[in-house]
Structure formats: C-alpha cells, structure tokens
C-alpha cells in the first residue's frame, strides 16, 4: 500500500466549477499535512498547509481527519490557470523530507 | 523562503556515463534533499544530504550508484553513475523544513535523459 494515495485523475471541469480532490495517508504517526501544486515541467510549490481545524485561503480549502487518515482540497469557483497537478504531502515524526502522493491532475476548460 | 539553483538545467547522456548535478541555495541551511521524478510519476525521495557528514539514503537507492556531497551550508552535488534509460527522470533538489510551517523549496530540476 502507498504512504500517501490519491486519485490521479485526470479532473475536467469548466470554469466556475468547485472540484474537490481526497488523499488518504497510511502512517498514524504523520506529522504535518500539504498541498503542493505542480505546473507542467515546473517544479512543486507549496499551496497550503492543512490544519486539524481545517483552513481556508480565498477559493482554496483544506481539511483534514486524522482519525480517517484523510485529507481534502476543495476549490470553488475554478478559474483556468488552476489546471494543474496537486500533490497531496506528508511529513512524517523524525523525518524533515516529504512524502509525496502521486498527484491528482486537474484541467479547467472555458 | 528560498531561492535555489540547479545545473544543468536538462541533459541528454550516453548509457554507462555518469552526469553530476548541482545545486545552490541562497541561503544557509542544514539539509538538502534530492528527488526524483520520473516520467508521469510524482516526486521520491533519493537521500538527504547534511553537511559534514554522510547522506542518509531512502531504500532502494544507494551511494554507489547516487554519491552525494554536501561540501558546505549552500552547496551539494548529486551524481548519477553508469547511467542506464531507466535513470532518465527529473531530478530536483531541495531545502526547508526548519520552519514551523515547514515548508520545503525547490530548484528548478534537471531533466536527464539516458540513450
């Protein structure tokens, strides 16, 4: 089983649209829990942290549920220059080196 | 944050050569982390590189065939040894994780391709 597992996708939706995307992590012990993005042949940037209470930035909210071991972004209102990819991102107890999901590739069309 | 420089920036090798990457921080900081991401695929990491001391390697990739330095706080080089088409991949290095936020940089990638 992968430490991090996410739906690859990919995600089509027209603009306006609210798409959300899950992650599931496999070590209880998981320390801190992100978003990146990835642009195509560019390099991961992080979005947003996530917090047990859950946090909210502009159009962009996650959450997250350590008892289920999940984790969701929820965007609404999609504009185009969100098409990207979104790495689900966990860093473990111990260890300050990521751990990355396969990445869930989202395309936003007018 | 952190600005962070790699070269070179993509390569086409021969198979049974080896390439070394580098990577410049603007900043000091004490662990430097080398990715890879092959084609499609999300991001792996290689080893964690800390200066003074030997990097630590994930399972499945070993010195011989990935050396590592980290001769200073703002410097380290990657080497990929008796390349084969299966080490053709993005290689990314990275830095962070002192934050509180820990938040990780990272350069630009080396795109490497191996004929």
């Known amino acids: 089983r992968k430490e991090v597992e996410q739906d690859p996708g990919p995600f089509n939706v027209p603009e306006g649209a609210t798409v959300a995307f899950n992650c599931t992590y496999s070590?209880?012990?998981?320390?801190?829990f992100f978003w990146y993005r990835q642009d195509c042949r560019k390099e991961p940037k992080l979005l947003m942290s996530?917090?047990?209470s859950g946090n909210e930035d502009g159009r962009f909210t996650a959450q997250l549920n350590r008892a289920s071991q999940y984790i969701s972004l929820l965007i609404r209102d999609s504009k185009l220059s969100d098409s990207a990819t979104y790495l689900c991102?966990?860093?473990?107890?111990?260890?300050?080196?990521?751990?990355f999901g396969s990445g869930t590739r989202l395309q936003v069309q007018p | 944050s952190a600005v962070i420089s790699q070269k070179p920036s993509r390569d086409i090798c021969q198979r049974g050569t080896s390439l070394t990457i580098q990577c410049q921080v603007d900043?000091?900081?004490?662990?430097m982390f080398w990715y890879r991401q092959q084609p499609g695929q999300s991001l792996t990491l290689i080893a964690t590189?800390?200066?003074?001391?030997?990097?630590?390697?994930e399972s499945g990739f070993v010195i011989d065939k990935f050396p590592i330095s980290r001769p200073n706080l703002t410097f380290s080089t990657l080497t990929v040894s008796n390349m084969s088409p299966e080490d053709s991949s993005i290689y990314l290095c990275?830095?962070?994780?002192?934050?509180?936020?820990?938040?990780?940089?990272f350069g630009p990638g080396t795109r490497l391709t191996v004929t």
């Open positions: 996530v917090y047990s």
């Open positions: 991102v966990v860093k473990d107890t111990g260890r300050r080196a990521l751990t």
């Open positions: 070590n209880s012990a998981s320390q801190s």
């Open positions: 990275s830095v962070g994780g002192e934050s509180l936020t820990y938040e990780q940089y």
């Open positions: 590189a800390n200066q003074g001391s030997e990097a630590t390697y």
């Open positions: 900043s000091q900081v004490t662990m």
